[in-house]
């Protein structure tokens, strides 16, 4: 398994709709071949984290190339006061 685990700075008065956005943006990065999960954390001061888990880095890639993700990466982006800050990881053990 891939995963994908950027910290996000999100504009705060954008918090609420960026929620939104993601639970909606869910059901097309859903889609993808590889898929597995899509999570928004929040920790308790309120900053927020991405989790996204593929079956393969190639999977992930493919997605990652796609006009769909380049429309979703834009709209994320105008939520944030900067752009994510991922780190990429191979599940090595479960």
Same mark, same amino acid.
């Given at each position: 398994?891939?995963?994908v685990i950027s910290d996000i700075k999100i504009k705060?008065?954008?918090?609420?709709?960026?929620?939104?956005?993601?639970?909606?943006?869910?059901?097309?990065?859903?889609?993808?071949?590889?898929?597995?999960?899509?999570?928004? !954390?929040?920790?308790?001061?309120?900053?927020?984290?991405? !989790?996204?888990?593929?079956?393969? !880095?190639?999977?992930?890639?493919?997605?990652h190339q796609s006009q769909e993700h380049e429309k979703l990466h834009s709209t994320a982006s105008s939520y944030m006061e900067r752009l994510p800050e991922p780190k990429f990881f191979t599940v090595v053990s479960q």
């Open positions: 398994m891939f995963v705060p008065e954008s918090v609420d709709d960026f929620k939104k956005w993601f639970s909606e943006s869910n059901k097309i990065v859903s889609k993808f071949d590889g898929f597995v999960n899509r999570r928004l !954390l929040e920790t308790k001061d309120g900053k927020h984290r991405v !989790l996204v888990e593929f079956e393969d !880095l190639d999977k992930f890639s493919k997605m």
